[in-house]
T-cell receptor
Framework: EAQVTQNPRYLITVTGKKLTVTCSQN?????MSWYRQDPGLGLRQIYYSMNVEVTDKGDVPEGYKVSRKEKRNFPLILESPSPNQTSLYFCASSLRGLVGDTQYFGPGTRLTVL | AQSVTQLDSHVSVSEGTPVLLRCNYS??????LFWYVQHPNKGLQLLLK??????LVKGINGFEAEFKKSETSFHLTKPSAHMSDAAEYFC????????????FGQGTELSVKP
């Protein structure tokens, strides 16, 4: 089944403790992206990747890192999480990241930083 | 710059009555427009998309949307609501810049009363 998977689905952590949220897709998509969802704000892009070893900042990149060493994986790294990063995170992928390409979303990761 | 405004944060309808979720967009380019649905504790699912072909777009589960350039609108409709339609709906425009970024509206929560 074609899908985007994320792990973990739920995570509670404390301020400053490094964490990684994994994202993997099995559709051979070149483009991958991370979004965060906050009430009343919709989804906002954190980082994106047009292909392996190519990443760039989205609208809200502060406090996050990403890497794209393999085509299928795009982990999101919070090196020193803070409470304002408490949010629902979505990973997405599309074939090439072109205008009009459908983006497929993972199930989401709910992160709480205490 | 591109933006999306969903005109209602919450819409409530009775089962069997029509659904109208309103969306206006702003874009300097010919936009690609999407509607995504998010059921409680679920990821985002594509309902339909417009990419400069037919202005009336049919999607899954009986939903459709009409692209009106003169009104810069992309409203989502369904003739008869079902209880399972209760969810949050996002109107989305695809940015015409490198990155394939999706720009989300704030979301409209649809409630369906028996």
């Amino acid at each position: 089944e074609a899908q985007v998977t994320q792990n973990p689905r739920y995570l509670i952590t404390v301020t400053g403790k490094k964490l990684t949220v994994t994202c993997s897709q099995n559709m051979n998509h070149e483009y991958m992206s991370w979004y965060r969802q906050d009430p009343g704000l919709g989804l906002r892009q954190i980082y994106y990747s047009m292909n392996v070893e190519v990443t760039d900042k989205g609208d809200v990149p502060e406090g996050y890192k990403v890497s794209r060493k393999e085509k299928r994986n795009f982990p999101l790294i919070l090196e020193s999480p803070s409470p304002n990063q408490t949010s629902l995170y979505f990973c997405a992928s599309s074939l090439r990241g072109l205008v009009g390409d459908t983006q497929y979303f993972g199930p989401g990761t709910r992160l709480t930083v205490l | 710059a591109q933006s999306v405004t969903q005109l209602d944060s919450h819409v409530s309808v009775s089962e069997g009555t029509p659904v109208l979720l309103r969306c206006n967009y702003s874009s300097s380019y010919s936009p690609s427009l999407f509607w995504y649905v998010q059921h409680p504790n679920k990821g985002l699912q594509l309902l339909l998309k417009y990419t400069s072909a037919a202005t009336l777009v049919k999607g899954i589960n009986g939903f459709e949307a009409e692209f009106k350039k003169s009104e810069t609108s992309f409203h989502l409709t369904k003739p008869s609501a079902h209880m399972s339609d209760a969810a949050e709906y996002f109107c989305v425009v695809s940015g015409n810049n490198q990155g394939g970024k999706l720009i989300f509206g704030q979301g409209t929560e649809l409630s369906v009363k028996p």
